[in-house]
């Protein structure tokens, strides 16, 4: 079955979700939520920066400014380091 998928494939997918659930907790609550929000992880769906400003009663532009800053923080090499392995599979 060509859709099936292969445990090694599987452990790498339960690996990365970990990692991936570790380095966004490493930011603060509201960082990791709009990035949860605006980039769909863990949801059904990515949402709008219009769309995540009504959850936290902010303007799109604020939500702008909180997006970049938690992505800035997961650029450091700190943080970067444990997701850049999986660029390679």
């Known amino acids: 079955d060509k859709n ?8 790498i997918q339960s690996n990365l979700r970990e990692t991936t659930t570790r380095v966004l907790a490493s930011l603060t609550p509201r960082e990791e939520r709009v990035l949860r929000m605006r980039f769909g992880i863990g949801m059904n769906t990515d949402h709008t920066l219009e769309e995540v400003g009504q959850q936290f009663s902010v303007t799109r532009e604020r939500i702008r400014q909180i997006e970049a800053k938690a992505l800035r923080k997961l650029k450091h090499p700190s943080r970067s380091r444990k997701l850049r392995s999986f660029l390679d599979h």
Do not use: H, S, T
């Open 4 to 11: 099936a998928v292969l445990p090694v494939d599987a452990a």
